[in-house]
């Protein structure tokens, strides 16, 4: 059967990312139609964010009992497997997308079930279980479709059945040992994740750990794998891969073979844009060229965000480019916006150049705002770093023997912080502060008066304004 519906927004993808498109156009007096071809929620939802980081809370949880005396004595067994898995399945809703459906319900937005593909300017069409309906939008195309895994010609690994991270989040039995192939965060998260729940874990990287995190951050993170009893090959490149019906074998250019039984790859992620029809509008498949409220340059009538964007591959940042997209169409619709919108107005995304948090859950963990020393200078800024180990009476009280490391990048000629760094234990909490006094350019003179609460890790602020000079 073939149907054809006219609507004023068609978004494609329904994960965290085009949820909230939809739901921001809807708001503001739109219809949207909401295309989904899996499971409402997306990535994040069921095979990313939430099952990683549930995987990995119950060993936090439990070394940080560890790290207090008197709350040490009361921890005699170890983590309970079962236990941790029917956690992450309650985070996964059991792969069961019936209250998001609901949400989607709820919010006004239309969902169709179905594979979308582009045919012409403003046109879509669904492949659904009961035929083709053929969307027209009177206003704008959104792809939210998200990303795919990266995967690299490594001799070998063509043809086998090894994990990729939906694999590994959504697994039901702790395998004995397991080779990690790639050191990002995806990588590092799930190598911390299964030490902990008792695999034998070797990572293999061919460049050095979560290479775009400073240094000493990223030292604090190795230590902690490695006490977890993770080997690591960094820097190394992989020369081949085998299976033999049991385990996998994979050979390292210094002949060194890791032996496993199970490998998960883990390689970096590209946007999802394959099998859209963009060719046939004369648009390439690699990534998009985009303005700051998402929209094609070349096709005003068409917008990318999230990981199909391609700019800055997190939920927060994609949800942000969602609601910033969905304000611009609007503005446009009514007449109210014409062309780019300046930055840092309603319409411009522009947190994602200067102002990403990200965090990297691991124990500990490193938060990190805005840019990294190395990529300010790369801009042409004239910065200055301040940094210290993270040594406050909040951070001794936290846990016994805490170790952590905290860094502010100065714009010297603004004198306003443009990157902050933390690593250590529980760090992520302290993250948002640091976000606030980036995206709202707070000079530090008036940051000199934003007193953290004694004793909590947030003293390291004020150690940092200190050894910066105020
Ligand atoms: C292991 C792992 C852990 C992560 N942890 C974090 C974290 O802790 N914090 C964080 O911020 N980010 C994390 N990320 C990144 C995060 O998962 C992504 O940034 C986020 O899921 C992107 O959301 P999205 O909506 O753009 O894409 P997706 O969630 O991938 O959604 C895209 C949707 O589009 C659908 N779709 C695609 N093509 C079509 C089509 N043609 N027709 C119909 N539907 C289609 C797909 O089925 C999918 O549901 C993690 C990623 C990984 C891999
Ligand atoms: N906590 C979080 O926010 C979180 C967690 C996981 C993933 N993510 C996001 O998901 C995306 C994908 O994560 P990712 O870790 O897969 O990607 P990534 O790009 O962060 O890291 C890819 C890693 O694979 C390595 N690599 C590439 N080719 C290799 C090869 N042939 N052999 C060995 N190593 C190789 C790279 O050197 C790099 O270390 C990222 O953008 C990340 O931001 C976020």
Redesign the pocket.
Known sequence: MSTEQSTDVVV???????ENAAARVVRGGLSAVL??????????SY???MP??ALLRSGTALHAARSVAGAREAVTGALDTQEVLARRDSFTSHWDDSSQVDWVNATGITLLR????LTGERRVE?TTDDGVTTLTARHAVVL????VPSVPPIGGLEGLTYWG?RE??SVKEIPESLTVLGGG??GT??AQAYARLGSKVTLVARSALLGSYPEPAVRLVQQGLEHDGVTLHLNTTTESVAYDGGRFRVTLASDTVVESEKLLV?TG?RP?LA??GLEGLGLETRQLDTDESGQVVTHPWLYA????AGKV??????KYEARIMGDAVIARANGTLNGSPPKWSAFAATADVYAVP??V?TDPEIAMAGRTLEAARKDGLNVSETSLELAVAGSSLHADGYEGWAQMVVDEDRKVLVGVTFAGPDVAELLHAATIAIAGEVPLERLWHAVPAYPTISEVWLRLLEKYGL
């Open positions: 494609i993808g329904a994960g965290a990312v085009g295309v989904e071809s899996e499971l409402v929620g997306g990535e994040c095979w990313a964010c990683s980081k179905g594979t979308a593909r669904v939210a479709t998200g990303s991270t590994a989040t965060v995806a998260e799930l883990a992620r999802a099998g859209l965000v999230g990981d199909a591959l997190l939920t927060h940042q994609g990200q965090v859950f």
